[in-house]
């Protein structure tokens, strides 16, 4: 329960025992910081939307009003509207997805279809396994239910198989009811890693053998710099995974139209939940972008945002380079996120106002855990400043970091700490997130 | 717990509790039945959206785009924009509704609101206070969140204040926790009915002395049809009151954009949920409904929806009148719905599927109580269909229940009945619902 104003609040003795779980992410006090013009923000992850052509959207929604308006200000089917969810086993085929469009759920936005899987799966005291570090706002939903997440290790190649095995097995022996592993394996957040082909195999094995579902969420997929990422893990799994798939990065959050695949009962709960929630899913936003994918190139549209996102990830570890070259990182092959790791004893949430003071904003890594734990890391997010902005913002935060780390050494002379100087032309490694 | 397929589910053993009480309601089945088109479907609630001109979505769209269009792409705030915010407390000033835009939540339509209220005040086992009948997918929420639905008897001018009363201290001596009153005080859905003004003050202060919040759902207010209704509950009750508003049937509900107004201490609540639930409502369908109530004649459009409704609910007791002139029914002065009274021993749920043979849907009765009740009632809708296809719903339905009647009479002797035969011009006087 939030404690401000108890007194003032009538209702306060009437909330449900869930609410007490309900409590504002760090990252959303950040959203007013990082709205300030003058602030290089490296904190929110908003897509850039400017590289969508704007009369993509005009022309096909003024297609749908003319051909369609009555259906397109209609309400819908709870489940979403049958075009639109076979054009999304389209993009699912991409990486390698074969469903039928009757186990797909189009949901309010991904973030969505993560409540209504956790409204039907999860009661108090259930047990969610995550990596460590994971996306902040789901285990936001999932303690809203009263669930209890727990952190799986990590290194640069995702989840680490003999980490989930043994956590499952303690838990087991606690008495645990473990309903699923909430997973977003490809081009993380906030990591920026991605599970390898051979551990999506040994994760999955893992999960079956242990009754437990896999929840796959994936909005970075299709964001690839490279070479592209290894196939989506539903895509070997069909009966223990509930994918999770958005338009918020290929095409625009501004919709909130994402979507779930699930097996035929766990889809017949969820479109049941659907509908008690919204009703349907906006038939309008549906509607267009479903016209979208119909007549425009979507695909180019997609290499348009990478190339995008490769240019400023790129610009990001080139000024990690240059400005903390002692310090690690994460390298992304695609995605919006760095995970960069600090010297041990520097907290990046107590450091954060005097970041935002000298103008650059991050989200500290305790964000992303549950338990307390990423004290010493943040998310660097290069999705939406330009280029410039963001070797600016870098530079900006090896000054926060030095005057951090002075700081220290001058009220702790225990330890020996030397101040990480700016070098040039000098990319670290990936850092182990083990 | 759904019953068909548990040998085929895999995953039936790890389902929530509360995924039991999430049935399909008696009303999704009829969508799908409505939605051929030889049925004259007096079933479902749709609003008359082909009487919005197309021009007027299209033109604010492409403004919104030309001068807005990264901030409608984009994700938004989890309370919702601001200038839509402002428009919609000049929406709710119309119904006698003084509040502050930091008040207002806005949510991906009214029902969403519903949901969020619901997952922060209950608890299983709590206590929901409805009208009998009421709303069916309010009552499916409440069962969602594990709460009991009591029912409250109403007669023309709404819930009875003594029924409350009782019902209030009934419960309360049975230990039972009651978390709120849920009412849809003005143009009932189903029964059409309203809350007279000097009720809605007795209402007011048996929720307030009794420690109860009530939450206003008022999707039909500004649907009336000949004199305009008492103003808000929340006109006179700003901390005991949550108001619910909608766009969905003053604009169109395939933008899913309605809003929650609320005391301080529950909106900041609402805002957190609603940031699990979704991060943000669209940014593009608010943004278009922001343009739309800056620069359109909002208030004439909705003069012309009042107008189109007024001539059917007219067409709709005219034919009563002419067709079925011994039954009885409400006359409502607003909104989108009459509630039909059957002879005591037909079961109007057991009727459909003869009904549907003879190409006219309703929604049974059952269907707006939590108990069973309502078996010889059904919910018209007289939003949707054209006055003449009203005439030839009725007309055929007058000959299901006639036939009804006679299989009565056929199969049981022990009680006479008469059919009902038509006769012209005779419209009955408004139905007791006590």
Redesign the interface.
């Known amino acids: 329960m939030?404690n401000q104003?108890n007194n003032?609040?009538?209702?306060?003795d009437?909330?449900?025992?869930?609410?007490a779980g309900?409590?504002?992410?760090e990252v959303?006090a950040l959203?007013a910081v990082a709205s300030r013009p003058e602030v290089v923000s490296l904190a929110g992850g908003?897509?850039f939307?400017?590289a969508?052509p704007?009369d993509l959207?005009?022309g096909a929604?003024?297609r749908v009003?003319?051909e369609n308006?009555?259906?397109?200000?209609?309400?819908?089917?709870?489940q979403g509207a049958p075009m639109l969810r076979e054009h999304i086993l389209e993009v699912m085929a991409l990486e390698g997805i074969r469903g039928s469009v009757d186990d797909v759920v189009v949901t309010?936005?991904s973030?969505?279809a993560l409540?209504l899987v956790s409204?039907?799966?999860?009661?108090p005291g259930?047990v969610v396994l995550a990596e460590g570090p994971s996306y902040v706002?789901a285990m936001?939903?999932f303690k809203?239910?009263q669930a209890q997440v727990e952190h799986v290790a990590t290194d640069d190649d995702g989840l680490v198989p003999a980490a989930l095995r043994e956590r499952i097995a303690r838990l087991k022996a606690d008495g645990k009811r473990i309903?699923f592993l909430y997973t977003v394996p490809t081009f993380s957040n906030p990591s920026g890693v991605t599970l390898s082909w051979e551990r999506r195999l040994e994760v999955l094995e893992i999960a079956r053998s242990n009754?437990i579902?896999v929840l796959e969420d994936n909005p970075y997929g299709l964001l690839y710099f490279d070479s592209p990422p290894p196939h989506a893990m539903r895509s070997v799994e069909e009966?223990?995974v509930v994918y999770l798939g958005t338009f918020?990065k290929t095409l625009?959050?501004?919709?909130?139209v994402g979507w779930a695949l699930a097996?035929?009962?766990?889809r017949?709960?969820l479109i049941?939940?659907n509908?008690?929630?919204?009703?349907?899913?906006?038939?309008?936003?549906q509607l267009i972008i479903s016209e979208y994918l119909s007549t425009a190139d979507w695909r180019g549209q997609i290499d348009t945002f990478r190339n995008v996102y490769r240019e400023r990830r790129d610009a990001m570890l080139q000024a990690l380079g240059d400005y903390l070259p002692d310090l690690s990182w994460t390298v992304p092959h695609g995605g919006f996120y760095v995970w960069l790791k600090l010297p041990d004893n520097i907290d990046s949430k107590s450091m954060l106002p005097r970041a935002v003071k000298e103008l650059v904003a991050y989200t500290p890594g305790t964000a992303f855990y549950a338990n307390g734990d990423g004290r010493n890391f943040m998310r660097l997010a290069f999705c939406y400043p330009t280029p410039d902005f963001i070797r600016e913002g870098i530079r900006r935060l090896s000054t926060v970091i030095n005057g951090e780390l002075e700081l220290l050494n001058t009220f702790s002379q225990t330890s020996p700490l030397a101040t990480i100087r700016p070098e040039h032309n000098n990319i670290s490694p990936p850092a182990n997130l083990g």
């Not at 309900?22 to 992410?25: D, I, N, Q, W, Y």
């Not at 625009?252 to 909130?256: L, V």
């Open positions: 939030t104003g003032l609040d009538r209702w306060y009437s909330y449900a025992q869930r609410t309900l409590a504002a992410s959303r959203f908003m897509p939307v400017s969508l704007r959207v005009t929604m003024e009003m003319r308006g009555p259906v397109a200000l209609q309400y819908g089917s709870g309010t936005g973030q969505h409540e409204k039907i799966f999860l009661d259930d706002t936001v939903v809203s239910f309903k009754g579902l009966e223990g918020s625009a959050p501004g919709f909130r097996p035929h009962a766990i017949e709960k049941l939940a509908e008690a929630a919204v009703l349907s899913p906006s038939s309008f936003t």
